[in-house]
């Protein structure tokens, strides 16, 4: 039957109707120009008995359907709009005839599908094919348009073997779709494009607030307030639609999720390296030359734009300005990114290009010689490799500098002593002097003692200032951070600060130019707030809510050790990766305090006249040896505690990061300035070039003898050789350029520190809960045993007798009857039990929550539950 229908579909030949010449058809069809037309009724399937004729009149509809139009006997499901975008987009879905006879029904309905893919495939192209959408989904749209014309004639070839072949069926129009590559190209299409819809839609209905400088002020101030592990490099905004690395990612989960079928893995894969062309362009020209070249916000790093009036005030030498001025966006992160590691070196290559050129005014990288090869796949095997060719080439020259002319090993080991104890004498000092202070409430204490006795206890030096001045010897570094240090008591304590860490709160600039229009004296005043003493006044006794059973309300818990770098050292430890040692040194203050608790009252309860009395009675005497033994399972719990930090944790991952420090500084001592790919006929003349260029890079610094005697002056002359030792050791290793970089000994570090703050239990908010209820109830029992020395006493007729006579006033109306004894006792045994059955629960929950995470995510935790196993095994 002719159709309108019939005449959209490209190459199929509509049917002619001509009109002959007769005047009454003519009459009437003016007559009745202005009436409903009549609907031509098609035969009811019900009234068909032959199943051929009803398969081929299925078939025929089926051709319709195929091209999302509707037939005689397959018609539009009730759901689908043809005036939704959403509706459109996801497809038409078809209802087919009841009467249709069952077996052909069946397969009808299978085939559908496809009718419901090309329809949504081309309403995508329609309506995303647009610049807004970027080029990665509009290299997507072309990819579907050229499989649509792939389909399109096979479907057309389908209709002419229909028409001329007697033998033609519903099951061959099956089988022969089915088999076709197109079908699984098809399918895989459609699911892609739907998704990238349903992702759209949902952006847009909850669009996210994403503005390039709030975004730069917040993390500024997150810094500059918030103590932790803050990731700055990460921009949680997202984009109001689905593009760029979303769409990338999207199909790489398609791919892991068909990795077991070879034609869909080989489809998909394909897909990904066409689409991802400018995506991988992008990235070449980052990575060499450090340029963000992407008009449509589809790349994986983005560059802030700060106004020009605020780029003095966050000045080149602040790790602020360069932490800030280009992050990795979170949204769309493709699985080649995902790793901190990676992100950080794509991240730091183009930085460090960036920071390259304003230190020296190179702009023209071919004075390094590198034979450096641009990326062609981003799921090419070599990807990582030349990444790294470039991230060497950006951070050789920083990191000889920062060796050789600031002494980093040294600065290391000095934060090793000073934040994580490696020697802990002066710590340990620190707190036996302070201890009263440190257990009283932080709004309650004096804050000038604190901080006097911290110093007296680490020997201050003179202060020393390392910009403008040189660096003469190691000892200097002790001198700059000693200058530089900061011990406060915060408003924040120990556990409030780790869930900050998850929770950071947003900044609005908006507020601070209206209140404060200068915004140099706003972080100013932050920062002074940041490290400002509590203000001890009634009001904030009043609000602070101290509680003496409570670890969390005690000063200790609120002690905060700072050290402020100054360039460049500050672009290695950043504040981020402070706040790491940060973190440790409050969770070991504390540990530490809470032991000290532990010693004086274990010499309370074990040398004191009272708790020594040989004549109690026998159920006296048990109850205090029980209490003994209570006692040493707490000492236990806390000297395995340390003992893992200290040696498991800390320790043991010091030594594997010391051993990258010893090779880097010594590949760094037998390297050239320039660039290892250099070859030697032109490495004197690019190394001069170099050095003239880094006439403005001395002006910089303003540190020219450092620059003159560790980095410019030939290598070769300083008569420094590698120790036959190591030499040939660094021969066997791969490597040695990794080493020889700013982002690697920044990703050494940030690893070291991970894993101590993993490690310790800082990032688990569950087992840091666990723990802190067992350090909560120590310190209630230690606070239990100190205050029962008088109902000890009244428990013993003849202790009673002698401490009456010594302290009459105390002990005068205090009765010693029988009755009163043994309920005095039974709340001692009452109490105790308590106690026992408290610190037992807890303790088993906590294990079980360790044993369960080192199985799970963390092996090393294992470790630690090992010990407290065969510690506690009744636990």
């Given at each position: 039957?002719?159709?309108?229908?019939?005449?959209?579909?490209?190459?199929?030949?509509?049917?002619?109707?001509?009109?002959?010449?007769?005047?009454?058809?003519?009459?009437?069809?003016?007559?009745?120009?202005?009436?409903?037309?009549?609907?031509?009724?098609?035969?009811?399937?019900?009234?068909?008995?032959?199943?051929?004729?009803?398969?081929?009149?299925?078939?025929?509809?089926?051709?319709?359907?195929?091209?999302?139009?509707?037939?005689?006997?397959?018609?539009?499901?009730?759901?689908?709009?043809?005036?939704?975008?959403?509706?459109?987009?996801?497809?038409?879905?078809?209802?087919?005839?009841?009467?249709?006879?069952?077996?052909?029904?069946?397969?009808?309905?299978?085939?559908?599908?496809?009718?419901?893919?090309?329809?949504?495939?081309?309403?995508?192209?329609?309506?995303?094919?647009?610049?807004?959408?970027?080029?990665?989904?509009?290299?997507?749209?072309?990819?579907?348009?050229?499989?649509?014309?792939?389909?399109?004639?096979?479907?057309?070839?389908?209709?002419?073997?229909?028409?001329?072949?007697?033998?033609?069926?519903?099951?061959?129009?099956?089988?022969?779709?089915?088999?076709?590559?197109?079908?699984?190209?098809?399918?895989?299409?459609?699911?892609?494009?739907?998704?990238?819809?349903?992702?759209?839609?949902?952006?847009?209905?909850?669009?996210?607030?994403?503005?390039?400088?709030?975004?730069?002020?917040?993390?500024?101030?997150?810094?500059?307030?918030?103590?932790?592990?803050?990731?700055?490099?990460?921009?949680?905004?997202?984009?109001?639609?689905?593009?760029?690395?979303?769409?990338?990612?999207?199909?790489?989960?398609?791919?892991?999720?068909?990795?077991?079928?070879?034609?869909?893995?080989?489809?998909?894969?394909?897909?990904?390296?066409?689409?991802?062309?400018?995506?991988?362009?992008?990235?070449?020209?980052?990575?060499?030359?450090?340029?963000?070249?992407?008009?449509?916000?589809?790349?994986?790093?983005?560059?802030?734009?700060?106004?020009?009036?605020?780029?003095?005030?966050?000045?080149?030498?602040?790790?602020?300005?360069?932490?800030?001025?280009?992050?990795?966006?979170?949204?769309?992160?493709?699985?080649?990114?995902?790793?901190?590691?990676?992100?950080?070196?794509?991240?730091?290559?183009?930085?460090?290009?960036?920071?390259?050129?304003?230190?020296?005014?190179?702009?023209?990288?071919?004075?390094?010689?590198?034979?450096?090869?641009?990326?062609?796949?981003?799921?090419?095997?070599?990807?990582?490799?030349?990444?790294?060719?470039?991230?060497?080439?950006?951070?050789?020259?920083?990191?000889?500098?920062?060796?050789?002319?600031?002494?980093?090993?040294?600065l290391v080991k000095e934060f090793q002593s000073m934040f994580l104890f490696e020697n802990s004498f002066n710590i340990d000092q620190f707190i036996d002097k302070s201890f009263n202070e440190l257990r009283r409430d932080r709004y309650s204490i004096s804050l000038s003692r604190i901080q006097k006795n911290y110093l007296e206890t680490h020997q201050s030096i003179a202060k020393f200032e390392i910009i403008g001045k040189n660096l003469q010897s190691e000892t200097s570094i002790v001198e700059l951070l000693r200058q530089n240090q900061n011990l406060t008591v915060s408003s924040s304590n120990f556990y409030e600060v780790t869930k900050e860490i998850m929770n950071v709160q947003t900044f609005d600039p908006d507020s601070v130019f209206q209140d404060e229009p200068d915004l140099q004296r706003f972080l100013n005043r932050s920062l002074e707030k940041r490290r400002a003493p509590i203000q001890s006044s009634e009001s904030n006794r009043d609000q602070s809510g101290y509680d003496q059973h409570h670890s969390d309300t005690y000063t200790i818990s609120s002690i905060d050790l700072t050290v402020t770098l100054p360039f460049p050292y500050n672009l290695i430890i950043s504040r981020e990766l402070s706040y790491h040692y940060e973190l440790m040194f409050k969770l070991q203050i504390i540990i530490k305090f809470i032991a000290k608790f532990n010693d004086l009252t274990w010499k309370e309860i074990n040398s004191t006249t009272v708790w020594q009395f040989p004549r109690f009675s026998n159920p006296m005497k048990k109850w205090i040896l029980r209490c003994r033994m209570l006692h040493t399972r707490m000492r236990d719990l806390i000297n395995e505690v340390q003992i893992y930090l200290n040696h498991d944790v800390i320790e043991s991952g010091f030594n594997k990061f010391n051993e990258t420090l010893d090779l880097t500084e010594t590949i760094l001592l037998d390297s050239e300035l320039g660039s290892s790919s250099t070859s030697s006929s032109t490495a004197t003349t690019t190394t001069t070039t170099t050095n003239d260029k880094f006439n403005s890079l001395n002006r910089f610094n303003n540190s020219n003898d450092i620059f003159d005697s560790k980095i410019y002056n030939n290598q070769i002359n300083k008569g420094r050789a590698i120790s036959s030792a190591i030499k040939p050791q660094l021969h066997h290793q791969q490597d040695q350029a990794d080493l020889i970089n700013v982002s690697n000994l920044r990703n050494k570090l940030s690893e070291y520190l991970n894993g101590l703050i993993n490690d310790a239990l800082i990032t688990k908010p569950d087992l840091l809960n666990g723990l802190k209820r067992l350090f909560d109830l120590i310190i209630s029992y230690n606070h239990f045993l100190t205050r029962l020395k008088t109902t000890v006493i009244l428990s013993n007729e003849e202790l009673f007798s002698r401490f009456s006579r010594e302290y009459p006033d105390k002990f005068n109306d205090k009765s010693m009857d029988n009755d009163s004894i043994n309920e005095r006792f039974e709340y001692l045994n009452n109490r105790l039990k308590d106690y026992f059955e408290t610190f037992g629960d807890s303790l088993t929950e906590f294990i079980v929550s360790l044993r369960e995470y080192g199985e799970s995510e963390n092996k090393s935790i294992l470790i630690l539950t090992e010990r407290l196993e065969v510690c506690f095994p009744e636990n």
């Open positions: 039957m002719a159709s309108f229908i019939s005449s959209q579909i490209g190459d199929i030949e509509p049917d002619i109707v001509r009109l002959l010449d007769n005047p009454k058809l003519v009459e009437s069809t003016i007559q009745g120009a202005f009436k409903r037309p009549t609907r031509i009724r098609p035969a009811l399937l019900s009234e068909i008995d032959d199943l051929k004729i009803q398969q081929g009149l299925i078939i025929k509809d089926l051709f319709f359907a195929l091209f999302g139009y509707e037939g005689c006997y397959i018609r539009y499901h009730d759901n689908f709009n043809s005036s939704s975008v959403d509706s459109r987009i996801n497809g038409a879905d078809f209802k087919v005839a009841k009467h249709l006879d069952i077996s052909l029904k069946t397969i009808t309905k299978k085939l559908l599908r496809f009718g419901k893919y090309y329809s949504g495939l081309i309403e995508f192209i329609n309506y995303y094919d647009k610049p807004h959408y970027g080029r990665v989904v509009q290299r997507l749209c072309y990819v579907i348009s050229q499989l649509i014309g792939v389909y399109q004639q096979l479907i057309l070839d389908l209709e002419k073997e229909f028409k001329y072949n007697a033998h033609f069926n519903l099951n061959i129009l099956e089988h022969t779709i089915n088999q076709s590559e197109v079908a699984n190209k098809i399918t895989h299409l459609y699911e892609i494009v739907k998704q990238i819809h349903q992702i759209t839609q949902e952006r847009q209905a909850h669009p996210s607030q994403d503005n390039n400088f709030d975004d730069f002020l917040s993390n500024v101030k997150r810094s500059l307030h918030e103590p932790g592990i803050i990731e700055t490099y990460s921009n949680s905004g997202r984009s109001d639609v689905c593009k760029g690395g979303s769409v990338l990612k999207l199909i790489q989960e398609r791919i892991n999720l068909f990795k077991g079928d070879f034609n869909s893995l080989q489809f998909l894969t394909e897909l990904f390296d066409n689409i991802s062309e400018h995506y991988v362009s992008s990235l070449n020209k980052w990575l060499s030359e450090g340029i963000i070249d992407d008009p449509f916000d589809e790349f994986l790093i983005r560059e802030k734009s700060v106004p020009d009036s605020l780029v003095e005030i966050f000045n080149e030498k602040s790790e602020h300005y360069w932490n800030e001025l280009f992050v990795i966006k979170s949204d769309g992160l493709i699985q080649q990114f995902n790793g901190v590691e990676i992100q950080l070196k794509l991240l730091n290559t183009g930085k460090y290009l960036n920071i390259f050129k304003l230190c020296t005014g190179i702009t023209d990288f071919d004075l390094l010689n590198e034979n450096l090869s641009p990326i062609v796949k981003i799921n090419s095997s070599d990807l990582e490799l030349r990444i790294n060719q470039f991230y060497n080439r950006a951070n050789k020259l920083l990191m000889k500098l920062i060796f050789e002319g600031f002494y980093f090993k040294s």
